[in-house]
Every structure is written in structure tokens, then in C-alpha cells.
């Protein structure tokens, strides 16, 4: 229709002009959270050398070193998280989140059913990612930002400036945790192997809301768009891991296969809605709304193939250095979760 055409290219897009820029950028990364006290002061790289229960997530293979049953739980983490766009709401005006969030990292532990065996058995509960990111923008302006509209009847709507008032609302909300068992095995006095199965339940949620007003005279042209998701999905994987301990050097090797998806369903909600807008086809102002919501559809989550190396090395009794890379392999696009089109209309 003419008019879906006139009010986009009127509204949303002059009004996405000012808010919207292409970024580089994400709300967190595969090494966002360390776990287990070690861990998280050696900044994660304990892939050679982890000493704890925590091997279960960075290398299994170690736990096979690991001589007594042991419980370990690192919890209470604070975690400050800080996003800012510059320019996000117009030039000279930026995006701020601030969020500080109580995080429980780790509860992990071994155990061990023969004393005398070389096999050891772990499990481990962690909060793999959580984020929290909320931020909002306004920009006022006074712009010709419809034109003159000229009516049949020689009247003319929307005459000079209007004075335009855009505002965009958004938050995320990432929570994921990660349940698994661990095996390992000493296949010699310097060397372990082991395995871990973990499942993964993630709940997720994502709104926006742009809403823009053009005020001419006592005529009031307004467009609101408002978008939210919300899902969880459970998906399994496995990490397989290698460790060696040639005492002052100690070596590690994992690989974490692609994740196998298990079950998930979401909501998706939106609304967009219009009002003073000119239609040529009827040469009046116009409103119209279209608004949906699906509830209890099927989710996908996937997370890549990745290899991880690392070393520690004991240079004193108390001066260690370590490192760890990690590759991931390129995850391909894939819908999270995919509405039908039933919505309803009117206007």
C-alpha cells in the first residue's frame, strides 16, 4: 500500500537515521566469566595447568590428577558490566548501560568410588553467561520532517518545521547455565585423559521500543514500534580433554564439540502502530495498527566447534606462567526462533 510506503519512509526511517549506526561490537564473548578462584585470577588460562575441580569446564583431563574427593564452590561474584554506543541516539549523543550483577560462578567437586583406581568422577554447576544490558536515548529536533501536505480541497497539513521527538528504549538479559559430569582417566603417572557432558539451558529476552512524535500546529503525526522476545532452549555438549604434568612444565589440550539442540520454545510480541499520517489513496490523515504475539515456539541454540591449547610453567615455587589460545569455529547464520505470520491489522 501507499500508505505503508509514505509512513515508513516518513517515519521509521528518518527517525532510524538518527538512532541508527552500524557497530562492531557484542555484549559478551566466549571468555566473559572464569570460574574457580585460580581461574579467575589467571584470567581463565588454566588449560595446562588447572589444579582444582574446576577442570571439569577447562580441561577434564586434568582431574585425573586430582588425588582426594573435594568440594569447591565459588559464588557471590560482582559483576560491573558497562556498554556505551557512541552516537547511538543521534551524533553527540550516546547509549549508556550500566549493570552490576551478583553472580554464583562455580560449584564443583570430585569423587571417587575406588581409592585404589586411576578413574576419577567430577560434576560441576556454573553460570556460563549472565548479562544485563538496559539503555535508552531522546532526541528533540526541529525539522521539516514530513513536507507540506496538500490537500484535494486546497488546504495544507503539516505546513514548515515540525517538532520532532524520537525516543528508542532497549534491554537485554542473558542467563545460561551449564550442568555436567566429568570421567578421567591416568593412562600414565604424566598423563590423563577425561571427558565432560554438559547441558546447557539458556533463557534469554530482548525488547525495543521507538516511539516518534512530529508536532505541527495542534496536529500530532506519531509512530510507536515495539519488539520482544523472550526464550530458553536446552542443548548438550561435550568437552574432551588431555592433560600432562612434567613437573615444572605442565601441558593441555581440549576440544568441545558443536552443541546438540534439544528442546526450547519462546514468545515473540510486537506492535506497530501509526496515527496522522497522509493517505494520497483517500487524501485524509490516517491511523492504522498492526499488532501479534505467538507464544510456545520451538527454539535453536548453537555454539561451535573449538579447540583449546595451553601451558603453565613452574619458574619458582611461588612464579608460574601460564598461557591459553582457543579457536572456534565459524558459526553459520540460523534462525534462534521463527514466528508464523498471523497478526492482526486495522486502521
Known amino acids: 500500500m501507499k500508505f505503508f510506503e509514505f509512513f515508513w519512509h516518513v517515519a521509521l526511517v528518518f527517525f532510524s537515521v538518527l538512532f541508527s549506526r552500524s557497530v562492531l561490537s557484542q555484549d559478551h564473548h566466549y571468555w566473559s566469566q ?49 556498554l556505551s554506543i557512541d552516537n547511538g541516539a543521534g551524533t553527540g549523543s550516546s547509549l549508556d548501560s550500566d ?29 556460563k553467561n549472565q548479562t544485563s544490558t538496559g539503555m535508552s536515548g531522546r532526541v528533540d529536533k526541529t525539522v521539516d520532517v514530513i513536507g507540506d501536505i496538500h490537500h484535494k480541497d486546497g488546504t495544507v497539513s503539516f505546513q514548515g518545521d515540525e517538532d520532532f521527538i524520537g525516543q ?29 557432558g554438559f547441558v546447557a539451558m539458556r533463557n534469554q529476552s530482548q525488547s525495543k ?41 605442565k601441558l593441555g589440550l581440549t576440544v568441545t564439540t558443536p552443541s546438540l539442540n534439544f528442546f526450547g520454545q519462546g514468545t515473540v510480541a510486537g506492535e506497530d502502530s501509526s496515527n496522522n499520517f497522509y493517505d494520497p489513496e483517500q487524501d485524509r490523515l490516517v491511523g ?21 591449547a595451553g601451558f603453565e610453567y613452574a619458574v619458582t615455587p611461588k612464579t608460574n606462567i ?26
Open 168 to 196: 528508542l528504549i532497549v534491554g537485554s538479559d542473558v542467563t545460561e547455565l551449564w550442568g555436567g559430569l566429568s570421567w578421567a582417566h591416568q593412562v600414565h603417572p604424566n598423563i590423563s585423559v577425561g571427558a565432560t
Open 209 to 249: 521500543a521507538i516511539t516518534a512524535r512530529a508536532v505541527n500546529g495542534d496536529i500530532i503525526a506519531s509512530a510507536d514500534r515495539l519488539d520482544y522476545i523472550d526464550f530458553w532452549n536446552i542443548r548438550g555438549l561435550l568437552k574432551l580433554g588431555i592433560a600432562a604434568d612434567f613437573e615444572p612444565l
Open 34 to 82: 572464569q570460574f574457580g578462584s585460580r581461574s579467575a585470577l589467571m584470567g581463565g588460562m588454566v588449560v595446562g595447568g588447572v589444579q582444582d575441580t574446576s577442570a571439569g569446564f577447562y580441561n577434564p583431563g586434568a582431574l585425573g590428577f586430582v588425588d582426594n574427593p573435594s568440594l569447591s564452590v565459588s559464588a557471590g561474584a560482582y559483576q560491573l558490566e558497562r
Open 322 to 347: 601460564a598461557g591459553t589460545v582457543e579457536w572456534f569455529d565459524e558459526q553459520g547464520e540460523y534462525e534462534v526462533i521463527t514466528p508464523g505470520s498471523h497478526f492482526w491489522s486495522g486502521g
Open 99 to 127: 549493570k552490576i550483577n551478583v553472580i554464583p560462578l562455580l560449584a564443583s567437586g570430585t569423587l571417587f568410588f575406588n581409592p585404589d583406581s586411576k578413574h576419577r568422577f567430577g560434576y560441576s554447576l556454573l553460570a
Open 288 to 308: 492504522t495498527l498492526v499488532s501479534s504475539r505467538q507464544e510456545n515456539i520451538d527454539t535453536t541454540y548453537n555454539t561451535p566447534l573449538s579447540i583449546a
